[in-house]
C-alpha cells in the first residue's frame, strides 16, 4: 500500500505545469513556477529520473526503504526455498538407500510377456528335457533337500504406474525340503512376520514328469518354461489365467554350499505386481 500511495505522487507530481531553466551558475532547475527574469528552457516535462529531486526527502526515504525490504525478502525467499530443495533431495536420497532394489524388482515394471504392442497371452515354452538337463535337475533336488531357516523380504505393489509404493513384506522362516518318489520336490515353508503379527504357509513342488519339470501341478496344468539351468540352481516361468487374470510367475533357485535362495517375483496382466525373496541356511 505504501509502495502504490508513494507512485501514485510520483504520477501527480509527473502531472503538474513543471519548468526547466538555468541561474546565473550554470546550475539547471526544475520548478512549477518561472522564476522573474528567467528564460524558459522547456515546459511540461515529462519526469523520469528527476522525480525525486522533486519530491520531498521523507517520500524519498520511504520509497529507497521499501525497496531494500522487498530486495531483503526476495533473497531471503530464495535461500529459504534453496534450503528446502537441499532438505528435500536429501529426503529422497536416504529414502533411496533404504528401499533401493534391483531393477527388476521394480513395482509395475513390464512382465516378461510383455512387448511394446501389449501382453503377449502365449502359453509358456514347455520342452521335453534331455537326459542331461533331468540329471542336473536330480542333483539340485537332492543338494535342496532337508531344513532351512532364514528370512523372507519383498512385498506387494500399491498405488499407481506414476506414484508406485511398496507394501513391504519382512518374515522369518522354517523349511523343511523333501523327495518324493526321487522325482518331486517338495518344499514346504513356515513364514512369521518379524513383529508378530502374522503367520502364513507356503509350498513349492517341483515334479519330474514324462521328462517335463512342472511347478505344483501334474499335467499340463504345471508346464514351466525352464528359462536357465545350472548344476547350482535354475530359473522357471510359469503363465496361467486366473479368472479374468493374467498371472505370470517366475521362480528362480540358487545354491551357494549351505545358503539357499528362493526368490519368486509375481507378475499380473503384464506387470509386476509383487515379489518374495527367501535367504536360508541349513540347519
Given at each position: 500500500?505504501?509502495?502504490?500511495?508513494?507512485l501514485?505522487?510520483?504520477?501527480?507530481?509527473?502531472?503538474?505545469?513543471?519548468y526547466?531553466?538555468?541561474?546565473d551558475?550554470g546550475?539547471?532547475?526544475?520548478?512549477?513556477?518561472?522564476?522573474?527574469?528567467?528564460d524558459?528552457?522547456?515546459e511540461?516535462?515529462?519526469i523520469?529520473?528527476?522525480?525525486?529531486?522533486?519530491?520531498?526527502?521523507?517520500?524519498?526515504?520511504?520509497?529507497?526503504?521499501f525497496?531494500?525490504?522487498?530486495?531483503?525478502r526476495?533473497?531471503?525467499?530464495k535461500?529459504?526455498?534453496?534450503?528446502?530443495?537441499?532438505?528435500?533431495?536429501?529426503s529422497?536420497?536416504?529414502?533411496n538407500?533404504?528401499?533401493?532394489?534391483?531393477?527388476k524388482?521394480?513395482?509395475?515394471g513390464?512382465?516378461?510377456?510383455?512387448t511394446?504392442s501389449?501382453?503377449?497371452?502365449?502359453?509358456?515354452?514347455a520342452?521335453?528335457?534331455?537326459?542331461?538337463?533331468?540329471?542336473?535337475?536330480?542333483?539340485?533336488?537332492n543338494k535342496?533337500?532337508?531344513?532351512?531357516?532364514?528370512?523372507?523380504?519383498?512385498?506387494?505393489c500399491?498405488?499407481?504406474?506414476?506414484?508406485?509404493?511398496?507394501?513391504?513384506e519382512?518374515?522369518?522362516?522354517?523349511?523343511?525340503?523333501?523327495?518324493?518318489?526321487?522325482s518331486?520336490?517338495?518344499?514346504?515353508?513356515?513364514?512369521?512376520?518379524?513383529?508378530g503379527?502374522?503367520?502364513?504357509?507356503?509350498?513349492y513342488?517341483?515334479?519330474?514328469?514324462?521328462?517335463?519339470?512342472?511347478?505344483?501341478?501334474?499335467?499340463?496344468?504345471?508346464?514351466?518354461?525352464?528359462?536357465?539351468?545350472?548344476?547350482?540352481?535354475?530359473?522357471?516361468?510359469?503363465?496361467?489365467?486366473?479368472r479374468?487374470?493374467?498371472?505370470?510367475?517366475?521362480?528362480?533357485?540358487?545354491?551357494?554350499?549351505?545358503?539357499?535362495?528362493?526368490?519368486?517375483i509375481?507378475?499380473t496382466?503384464?506387470?509386476?505386481?509383487?515379489f518374495?525373496?527367501?535367504?536360508?541356511e541349513?540347519?
Amino acid at each position: 500500500m505504501k509502495r502504490f500511495m508513494i507512485l501514485l505522487l510520483l504520477a501527480q507530481v509527473a502531472q503538474a505545469q513543471v519548468y526547466k531553466w538555468v541561474d546565473d551558475n550554470g546550475k539547471v532547475h526544475y520548478s512549477d513556477e518561472i522564476p522573474e527574469g528567467r528564460d524558459v528552457l522547456e515546459e511540461n516535462i515529462e519526469i523520469k529520473n528527476s522525480q525525486l529531486q522533486i519530491m520531498g526527502e521523507k517520500d524519498k526515504q520511504l520509497l529507497e526503504t521499501f525497496d531494500t525490504d522487498r530486495e531483503q525478502r526476495k533473497e531471503a525467499n530464495k535461500l529459504e526455498q534453496k534450503r528446502l530443495d537441499q532438505e528435500a533431495s536429501r529426503s529422497a536420497d536416504v529414502a533411496n538407500k533404504k528401499s533401493s532394489r534391483p531393477e527388476k524388482y521394480r513395482c509395475f515394471g513390464p512382465s516378461p510377456s510383455s512387448t511394446p504392442s501389449g501382453v503377449s497371452h502365449l502359453e509358456v515354452n514347455a520342452r521335453e528335457l534331455d537326459d542331461k538337463q533331468i540329471e542336473t535337475l536330480e542333483n539340485i533336488f537332492n543338494k535342496i533337500r532337508g531344513n532351512w531357516r532364514g528370512v523372507a523380504q519383498g512385498g506387494t505393489c500399491l498405488g499407481t504406474v506414476e506414484t508406485p509404493k511398496l507394501k513391504p513384506e519382512d518374515f522369518n522362516l522354517r523349511v523343511e525340503a523333501r523327495l518324493d518318489f526321487s522325482s518331486t520336490l517338495k518344499i514346504q515353508a513356515d513364514l512369521e512376520s518379524k513383529n508378530g503379527g502374522s503367520r502364513r504357509h507356503e509350498n513349492y513342488d517341483f515334479h519330474l514328469e514324462d521328462d517335463f519339470l512342472r511347478l505344483n501341478f501334474f499335467g499340463k496344468g504345471g508346464d514351466i518354461e525352464l528359462r536357465h539351468l545350472t548344476k547350482d540352481g535354475f530359473t522357471i516361468l510359469q503363465k496361467k489365467w486366473h479368472r479374468n487374470i493374467f498371472v505370470e510367475t517366475l521362480v528362480a533357485i540358487n545354491l551357494d554350499n549351505n545358503a539357499l535362495t528362493i526368490e519368486r517375483i509375481n507378475y499380473t496382466n503384464g506387470i509386476l505386481a509383487g515379489f518374495s525373496v527367501w535367504t536360508l541356511e541349513r540347519y
